[in-house]
């Protein structure tokens, strides 16, 4: 593949025109939003789709670990709202540094981890209820749903890398990123210890303890992932065919492989693993391009 046949460096098309979002921040948002409206218009998506505490009694069931955190309140807009902006501050500059597949899995292993918390404590809590039991024959026992546990690994994990980050804590008061997030974890556990509220606290606390643990353990998820296997993508997110000269000369086969490994570099490890060598690499690569388009 040549170089000028790469995402960067084709000529953009005149006009406005919609297409779908590339970032993992973004497609995660659309996906979220897509669930949404389906709540809105079929119910019952929320009553297949949402967390039960004691879910690892029917094993079958597994999967609401990870669909929960894709549901929101119908009765509260400003649950999925607020998780959604907070995504959107904080996945973008997260998926920078760590590239886009290690975030997709970093982000989905938080709504696990914040579920397994949750519903094991919960059900540890109300087990020994009698009217737990009655509870659970009549199929309705706690249920948890929302992205907010995942994000507050999230929220963790750029505390750890922008610790001295300005942000506007109830969006009026300036503080550092890690008093914000200290902040957070000090409402969760007080919340939890509690016991008030529709708020699943420790669900928060699961997902503040994920993102620790991934940022102390240094954890390196993609590692895991199998080499072969694509993430799906949103339908218009592709990149558009391009009928292009054959004859490429050497010199630019050789900048093209060189690109392509900085590439894949940036997909596992994020920009800011580049070496300044790499980053002048690109910057050649984006400036011949140039000259070759006037």
């Not at 607020?82 to 998926?95: A, D, K, P, T, Y």
């Not at 199929?139 to 750890?160: H, M, N, Y």
């Amino acid at each position: 593949m040549g170089l000028y046949d790469r995402e960067y460096a084709r000529d953009g098309e005149p006009g406005f025109r919609l297409s779908a979002p590339t970032s993992a921040t973004m497609q995660l948002i659309v996906i979220t939003g897509v669930v949404y409206l389906a709540q809105l218009f079929t119910p019952a998506v929320g009553d297949y789709f949402s967390l039960k505490c004691d879910w690892f009694l029917r094993p079958w069931t597994s999967y609401q670990l990870v669909t929960y955190g894709f549901l929101h309140s119908q009765q509260d807009v400003a649950h999925i709202l607020i998780n959604m902006l907070v995504l959107f501050m904080f996945g973008r500059e997260v998926e920078a540094r760590y590239g886009k597949r290690e975030f997709i899995l970093f982000y989905l292993l938080g709504i696990v981890a914040a579920g397994l918390v949750w519903s094991l404590s919960e059900y540890a809590v109300n087990v020994s209820d009698p009217d737990f039991a009655v509870l659970r024959q009549l199929g309705k026992v706690p249920t948890a749903i929302g992205a907010s546990g995942a994000l507050a690994g999230l929220v963790v994990l750029f505390a750890f890398n922008w610790p001295h980050r300005q942000v506007l804590l109830f969006f009026l008061i300036p503080v550092p990123m890690w008093v914000a997030a200290a902040l957070g974890i000090l409402f969760d556990v007080r919340g939890a210890m509690a016991r008030s509220g529709d708020i699943a606290f420790t669900c928060h606390l699961g997902g503040a303890l994920y993102g620790l643990a991934y940022y102390k353990l240094g954890w390196q998820l993609s590692r895991f992932w199998p080499t072969n296997f694509t993430m799906p993508k949103l339908p218009g997110s592709g990149p558009k065919l391009r009928v292009h000269d054959p004859d490429e000369d050497d010199a630019e086969d050789s900048l093209a492989q060189q690109v392509d490994v900085i590439l894949e570099k940036i997909q596992r490890s994020g920009k800011d693993s580049l070496t300044w060598k790499e980053r002048r690499t690109l910057e050649r690569a984006s400036k011949e391009y140039q000259e070759k388009r006037r």
